[in-house]
């Protein structure tokens, strides 16, 4: 309600219809008309990302086409076999207002409690379901969102170098006329081999931790999303039943009101644009120094033992980002989700706020990010070690007891821990690693309990904001 | 709400998918021209088919009168449609009076020949897998006739080491009262001895399917998905009064007989020119186009029949499919249509149908100006014309046809054979407006033991709820036949599971695939392979 007259006046002053543009004060509506996305590239940055924010948190209504009477979650465009009986279903969705609703510790953008958890399903054949039994869906925590535009950046990067490599590696096949075995690897994290034959073919068959495509899909606990953009259309939908334009409209549905709620075109393509770019300018998480020495200590010798214990390995502290310049479209998108080629690109130059987060560059210049991750997938979960491995659904492809590795920035000020958020405490959640992080979780769990303890200092200096 | 959606659907335009921009290359190397005197009023296919081994789509054009010619593919990926003219093999006097083209690896070497159809003796012609082929009537005992033939289809019938062969013939210039009642028998041939270990197949036991009511064009098909295809012929009426479309049983190790009425199988009496196949509703049972003068047929196993034999309904009307007239300029007299073929050309997962269409020369009761149609499938199942804004409705006299990517960019592009105008090569450049089309997914099949290939294979491709099918056939069209790639659009879906039903009726498991791939299965592999196009030379077209 605050955000009324400031976006009223944001309309008047660039003749763009923003919020609430041809609405009287009082509309209950959140998106008010639509926005193009040639209307999206005239607004100034700051008031795109204004937009984008006050859809963030705007709790949608039937007005803005809320609800999905006769769609399913689905990311691919399913009807539902009959209406549905309820406009909210905590289960299988709609399931909330706005972003917010859950993306909202420590605070707009950041994760959820437990109480915010969602149920992923994929929406087609059992797209109905009223219960939490695992064989209907994954329960899943809400991430935070800070930093993701530099996430989706490094994502991007690591896909254009997997690609080079391939490429590189079918050019020389070709040209020698002989198999070629490489090492597949970017930003220095490994994803497998793979072998390409002089007939242009190759085999992925030992490809780890990327899809065979060797786009690294980085969001998504499961790391199956390409982009912001992608998360956010497809969210939307499922969670709000807000269905974009660019995905379930007539283009490639045959219908402008696909969802048969009485509202067409529900979120356009400029509406997407500033919520991507909303999520993308999101501050870095950055650590925190504490005032109290002991911890100051602690976390110095607990930064040591996360690295020997083999914690560093998958949880990277950093990885090295060439160009912090955000460019949506994305490069990797596909069909549904607005491409590169497609319509002009609107560049967020994220540097500003690396330099404000006092993020460090190495000897090349590239940004140091600090994720504490890789962007790889790992299996979570051993014989003896099954904790994380409690799904019973394959995501799209992506088998149950596989997850992308957790970014560990913000961590601090993100509990509960874990992909269905089962553990309060990061003690916890360190010893429910088998898996890929078998080894770790053991010299972890065997060590003496200050050893363990300076991990944690450690870890709890990981806040989104200091 | 209920007004409110109903405003919604009022707001929405009628034609919202993707209209495919399909930019006539003109500098393609292709200057073939289809021409000559009546016995090549029909005719006029090309084959589309990869001769050296780079899964490039490679090019045979029939020419009637003037020389058939070979073309090899030399497009970048994703550039201009290039291609170089190279000697096809056959003697000049072996090369005219070509009327089309079929392509299948015959003796399973792993090369694929091609199928010559002639006005005179059909010839069979061994490729060497570089784009060279030599005649091979005498290695494989084939006769080759005197006909004048329009028609071919070929299939592995189960167990077999080679294929059998189907031959469509037209007129007998040469019998009493010729022209009118005086279509010639077509003739099957199966390979006799089958030997999986010899390289020359025997053809020289041909069986008479008699009788013949002027065949344009044929297929074998698993009409009622029993695993044994049959043979669908579609017949002109023009020059056998009485004649019909048929559809013959061929049962394996016995000899063919043709469905009747008490079968089921009802008289269809058209001027058919071209067949299409695709099972649109993905139900196991193909629905068929047939091209004709004036209406289009779309046909589809009757649900209400009695009997659980061949009883088509004709759902064209219904579904805006009959393309009876011409759908651009100030002709409305009846069209002619010949190569028909369903293929998604704006990869929204919606199967479309092309047909090529012109007038047989200048018959004063049909259209004179006769565009190509390009009927865009729709989300509620009809057909909507979109000729005219693709940029194909050219003032051209079309038969066959060759529908395939020929740049490897995903995209469908289009190559029409005229009759006396040059071919026509379409480069389908995307979108209308700005930018990409869905995402798409090419497949390519093989297999060992004969039939690498695997042609009467079906791949099923999984996407969300729905299910995409398409059948690994060669036959139909007109005078055209196609072997390579086989494309899907997928729309927004990124992931499919493919499954194929190999030719003997072994499902394969789920494929788990990306989009926007080609994608090689070879049967019994565990995985796929991904194959990527060579890097181009120059810079993409688009």
Aim: net charge negative; glycine share 12%.
């Amino acid at each position: 309600m605050q955000r009324r007259p400031a976006l009223a006046l944001l309309a008047l002053i660039f003749g763009i219809p923003a919020l609430h543009a041809a609405e009287p004060v009082w509309s209950e509506r959140v998106v008010g008309t639509p926005l193009s996305r040639a209307e999206a590239l005239e607004l100034p940055l700051h008031s795109l990302r204004e937009r984008g924010e006050a859809l963030f948190v705007g709790k949608f209504t039937t007005g803005d086409g809320r609800g999905r009477p006769m769609a399913t979650q689905a990311i691919i465009p399913t009807k539902r076999r009959r209406e549905a009986q309820e406009g909210w279903q905590r289960l299988s969705g709609p399931d909330a207002g706005a972003c917010a609703s859950c993306h909202n510790e420590p605070g707009v953008g950041g994760a959820g409690d437990f109480a915010a958890n969602a149920f992923v399903s994929e929406g087609f054949s059992s797209h109905d379901f009223d219960t939490t039994d695992p064989q209907f869906s994954n329960e899943r925590g809400t991430n935070h969102l800070f930093g993701a535009g530099l996430i989706e950046l490094l994502a991007r990067e690591m896909t254009a170098t997997l690609h080079a490599q391939r490429r590189e590696a079918l050019r020389a096949a070709r040209a020698g006329n002989a198999p070629v075995d490489i090492a597949l690897r970017a930003k220095d994290v490994a994803f497998g081999t793979l072998t390409a034959h002089p007939d242009g073919s190759v085999d992925i068959g030992a490809v780890e931790g990327v899809d065979p495509d060797l786009v690294v899909r980085p969001f998504s606990q499961k790391g199956v999303m390409t982009s912001l953009r992608q998360f956010t259309i497809n969210a939307a939908n499922a969670h709000h039943g807000m269905q974009a334009t660019e995905r379930y409209g007539a283009r490639w549905t045959g219908a402008g009101d696909y969802d048969e709620d009485g509202v067409a075109d529900e979120l356009g393509e400029g509406d997407i644009t500033a919520l991507t770019v909303f999520q993308a300018m999101l501050p870095a998480p950055v650590a925190m120094t504490p005032e109290n020495p002991d911890w100051i200590a602690a976390a110095r010798r607990g930064a040591a033992r996360f690295e020997t214990f083999g914690c560093a390995a998958c949880h990277r502290p950093a990885l090295p980002l060439e160009n912090a310049v955000f460019a949506d479209p994305g490069p990797y998108d596909m069909a549904g989700t607005l491409r590169g080629d497609e319509r002009s690109a609107l560049s967020v130059d994220l540097a500003a706020y690396l330099r404000e987060a006092g993020v460090e560059r190495d000897d090349s210049g590239r940004w140091l990010i600090p994720l504490f991750g890789d962007l790889k997938r790992h299996r979570i979960a051993d014989a003896q070690v099954a904790a994380l491995g409690n799904e019973l659904l394959a995501q799209r492809f992506v088998a149950a007891d596989v997850f992308m590795t957790g970014e560990l920035w913000g961590v601090a000020d993100t509990a509960p821990y874990g992909h269905r958020g089962d553990f309060d405490t990061l003690d916890a959640v360190i010893r429910a690693h088998g898996g890929a992080g078998r080894q770790a979780r053991d010299a972890y769990a065997d060590a003496p309990e200050a050893a363990r303890g300076d991990v944690i200092a450690y870890l709890r200096t990981l806040t989104v904001a200091p | 709400m209920r007004a409110l959606a109903l405003l919604a659907l009022l707001t929405v335009p009628a034609q919202a998918a993707d209209i495919p921009r399909m930019v006539e290359e003109t500098a393609s190397g292709i200057d073939q021209i289809y021409g000559g005197p009546w016995e090549f009023f029909v005719g006029g296919g090309a084959a589309a088919f990869d001769c050296n081994g780079d899964r490039l789509p490679d090019l045979a054009v029939a020419g009637g009168a003037n020389p058939a010619r070979l073309y090899i593919n030399r497009s970048d990926p994703g550039g201009a449609l290039r291609f170089e003219a190279v000697p096809l093999g056959l003697d000049d006097r072996l090369s005219t009076r070509v009327t089309g083209f079929y392509p299948l690896d015959i003796d399973d070497d792993g090369h694929r020949d091609l199928v010559v159809l002639r006005e005179g003796r059909n010839m069979l012609l061994r490729g060497d897998g570089a784009c060279g082929f030599t005649p091979a009537n005498t290695r494989w005992s084939f006769d080759g006739g005197r006909a004048w033939t329009t028609a071919f289809a070929a299939q592995w019938e189960r167990g077999a080491a080679h294929p059998t062969l189907a031959f469509g013939n037209y007129v007998d210039r040469s019998a009493p009262g010729s022209p009118w009642g005086t279509c010639e028998d077509g003739v099957l041939l199966r390979p006799q001895g089958d030997d999986a270990d010899s390289d020359a197949p025997d053809y020289s036991d041909p069986f008479a399917l008699t009788p013949g009511h002027c065949a344009l064009s044929m297929l074998f098909t698993d009409w009622n998905n029993s695993g044994e295809p049959s043979l669908r012929i579609t017949n002109d009426r023009q020059y056998h009064l009485e004649g019909e479309d048929q559809l013959w049983r061929i049962p394996p190790t016995r000899a063919p007989r043709r469905y009747t009425r008490g079968d089921g199988w009802a008289r269809l009496k058209i001027w058919g020119m071209g067949i299409a196949e695709a099972d649109l509703d993905a139900d196991g049972r193909p629905e068929y186009a047939i091209t004709s003068m004036g209406d289009t047929k779309l046909q589809a196993l009757d649900a209400e029949a009695e009997t659980d034999g061949p009883t088509y309904t004709d759902l064209a009307y219904a579904r805006g499919a009959t393309a009876h007239r011409p759908h651009t300029g100030g002709d409305h007299r009846p069209s002619t249509g010949w190569h028909a073929e369903f293929a998604d050309f704006n990869n929204d997962a919606l199967l479309d149908l092309y047909i090529a269409k012109g007038n047989v020369e200048a018959m004063p009761a049909f259209a004179a100006f006769d565009p190509d149609t390009l009927l865009l499938g729709s989300w509620d199942d009809t057909f909507v014309e979109v000729g005219e804004a693709a940029g194909i409705a050219l003032d051209r006299k079309g038969r066959g046809a060759a529908v395939a990517d020929f740049n490897l960019d995903g995209a469908l592009d289009l190559v029409v054979v005229n009759r006396g105008d040059p071919v026509t090569v379409f480069r389908n450049a995307g979108r209308s407006e700005a930018g990409r089309l869905g995402n798409w997914l090419m497949v390519e099949l093989s297999q060992g033991g004969g039939n690498r290939d695997a042609i009467g294979a079906r791949i099923s491709a999984r996407i969300g709820n729905r299910t995409l099918e398409r059948r690994v056939a060669v036959g139909g069209g007109h005078a055209s036949g196609r072997i390579g790639w086989v494309h899907l659009g997928m729309g927004v879906a990124e992931r499919a599971r493919v499954r194929v039903r190999w030719p003997d009726g072994d499902w394969s498991h789920p494929y788990e695939v990306f989009a926007n791939n080609f994608v090689l299965i070879e049967r019994g592999e565990p995985s796929v392979r991904y194959w990527y196009p060579p890097e181009a030379s120059a810079g993409p077209a688009r």
